[in-house]
C-alpha cells in the first residue's frame, strides 16, 4: 500500500519541521521531526515496510518494533486526519 | 452655463461620489453588518473553512481613496459590533472584502498559521489587494512570509518560516489572534 496527499492538502518543509494545511478546512498541523520524516517518505510513494526500513537508518538506537509502531501510528492519524489517502500499487 | 450643464455635472459628480452618498452609507452598514454575522458562523479552525467570499461585481471600480474610506468606515463598524474583540482581524477582514467586491474591488483574504513557543497556537488574517497589504502593517508580511497555498486566488494561506513544530499539533481549535 501507498500513499499521496488530497489534493486539498498542502504541505511545506520548514528548517523546524513540516507544517501541513488542508486548504478546504483550514486546519493546521506541526510535526515535529520524526513525523516529519514519515511524512517525507510516505509522500514520496513509500510503502510502510519501505518507510520503516529508511527510518531504521537514521534512528539507529530505535527497535525495528518500535519504529514500526511509531509509523503505523503516525500513519494511522495522517489518514485519519485525511491528510493522506491510500493508493493502490 | 445653462440648466442642463448644471444638472449633468451635478449628476457626474453623484456618480463619482457613489461611495460617500447617505445611501451608501447606509448599505455600507447594512453590508458589514450581514457579514459580520456569516463570519460569526465560521470557525476557521474548526474544520469549516473560510467561508466565501462573493465574486468581485464587474460593473463599478471604486478609486483608491474612496475604497481606503469605505475600509476605514467597515473596520470601525466592525469594531464597534465585535464587542468581544477574539477573531476581530478575521471579521474587519472578512467584512472589508465583502463590501469592496460587491463594489468591483478585488480585495483578497489571506490566513497566517504560527507556533509561538509558550504562548502556543497563533493565527492572524489580513487583506491584500493585488497582491499588496491593504490596511495592513509590513510585520504581517515579514512573519508570515511562506506560502502555503490557496483556496482560490481570493482566499491565500501563509505560515511563519521560524515556526516551532511540536508534534502532531492540530491547532483547529485556535482562534484568530486579532
Known sequence: MKYQTPED?????????????NLTSGEYYTLNDTAADIWRHAIEGESREAIVACLLDTYKDVSTEDLARHVDESMEYFLGEKLLVKVEE | MGVWSILGKRKTMATNDRGLGVGQYGAIVWETVMAIAAAARFRVFDGKGAPPLPEVAGEEVLDPPTAQKIAR???????????????????????????????????????????????????????????????????????????????????????????????HEKLSKKELAG
Open chain 1, 9 to 21: 492538502v498542502t504541505w511545506k518543509n520548514l528548517k523546524t519541521g513540516v507544517v501541513l494545511l
Open chain 2, 73 to 167: 468606515l467597515v473596520g470601525l463598524i466592525t469594531r464597534l459590533l465585535v464587542i468581544w474583540r477574539r477573531r476581530i482581524c478575521f471579521y474587519r477582514s472578512y467584512a472589508t472584502a465583502c463590501v469592496l467586491r460587491s463594489r468591483g474591488v478585488a480585495v483578497a483574504l489571506n490566513f497566517g498559521y504560527r507556533w509561538d513557543g509558550p504562548a502556543g497556537a497563533m493565527a492572524h488574517c489580513w487583506m491584500t489587494l493585488d497582491g499588496q497589504l491593504f490596511r495592513e502593517t509590513e510585520e504581517t508580511a515579514r512573519i508570515y512570509s511562506a506560502y502555503l497555498g490557496e483556496k482560490d486566488p481570493s482566499v491565500r494561506f501563509w505560515t511563519d518560516p521560524g515556526n516551532s513544530p511540536g508534534g
